[in-house]
């Protein structure tokens, strides 16, 4: 059974850094490319940062590029996401999500919430002003 489990949300001032991290079972991470996606109340989610299954492509939505680096660490079966810089506007409740490539020759990126297979729970950031 797969499972993605996110943690290290929390609250913290403009300005400041967090590191969420997502922890993945029942799967072997490296035939996964993975993302994260973000919800904000009253709004849709929306993507945040992909990864390729070898963490050699990223891409980033605008609204976060040049302030969060999106890692993995496919030993650890775990993937991270730092974010630096916040703003209130970050505040959501961050997603991991898992799609498993079928093709291993295939390195890339996937940005749409239909591409992925598996989903976290999700982990609270909020930031005050």
């Known amino acids: 059974q797969v499972q993605l489990v996110e943690s290290g949300g929390g609250l913290v001032q403009a300005g400041g850094s967090l590191r969420l991290s997502c922890a993945a079972s029942?799967?072997?991470?490296?035939?996964?490319?993975m993302g994260w996606f973000r919800q904000a109340p009253g709004k849709e989610r929306e993507f945040v940062a992909a990864?390729?299954?070898?963490?050699?492509?990223?891409y980033y939505a605008d609204s976060t590029k040049g302030r969060f680096i999106v890692s993995r660490d496919n030993a650890k079966n775990t993937l991270y996401l730092q974010m630096n810089s916040l703003k209130p506007e970050d505040t959501a409740v961050y997603s991991c999500?898992?799609?498993?490539?079928?093709?291993?020759?295939?390195?890339?990126?996937?940005?749409?919430?239909?591409?992925?297979?598996?989903w976290g729970q999700g982990t609270q950031v909020t930031v005050s002003s």
């Open positions: 990864i390729s299954r070898s963490g050699g492509d990223t």
């Open positions: 029942g799967l072997t991470l490296s035939r996964y490319a």
């Open positions: 999500a898992a799609r498993f490539v079928i093709d291993s020759r295939r390195d890339m990126t996937y940005r749409a919430r239909a591409d992925y297979n598996y």
